[in-house]
């Protein structure tokens, strides 16, 4: 089952809308906890984007400084996917930092 982050923007008079959203496969959840972005993805629901950006941001720069956390991943997820995922998050978060965290 893939996980899905989603950023939920609503203006004024507007009905809410998906600004952003990405999806990554299984499997990475213990690369997650020990690059230190598990609770910005998974226990993020509600809060505003710029909260857990920052977070996001440091959980790419550890993926890009340890080539090595790339063994912690079973067969089936790649090192270079959760780097991915995190860039788009990290982007989405940026560019919409007023919007609503939404997980699935």
Do not use: K
Not at 26 to 52: H, I, K, M, Q, T
Not at 60 to 72: C, P, S, T, V
Not at 81 to 92: K, S
Request: net charge negative; aromatic share 8%.
């Amino acid at each position: 089952m893939s996980f899905v982050f989603r950023l939920i923007s609503q203006d004024e008079d507007a009905a809410p809308s998906v600004a952003f959203q990405d999806s990554i496969g299984p499997g990475y959840v213990s690369l997650w906890e020990e690059v230190g972005v598990y609770d910005a993805l998974y226990n993020s629901d509600g809060r505003e984007a710029r909260d857990v950006s920052r977070a996001i941001a440091y959980g790419i720069d550890q993926l890009n400084g340890d080539e090595a956390l790339g063994r912690m991943l079973p067969a089936t997820a790649r090192l270079g996917e959760a780097i991915r995922f995190l860039e788009n998050v990290h982007r989405g978060c940026t560019i919409h930092s007023s919007a609503r965290v939404e997980t699935r």
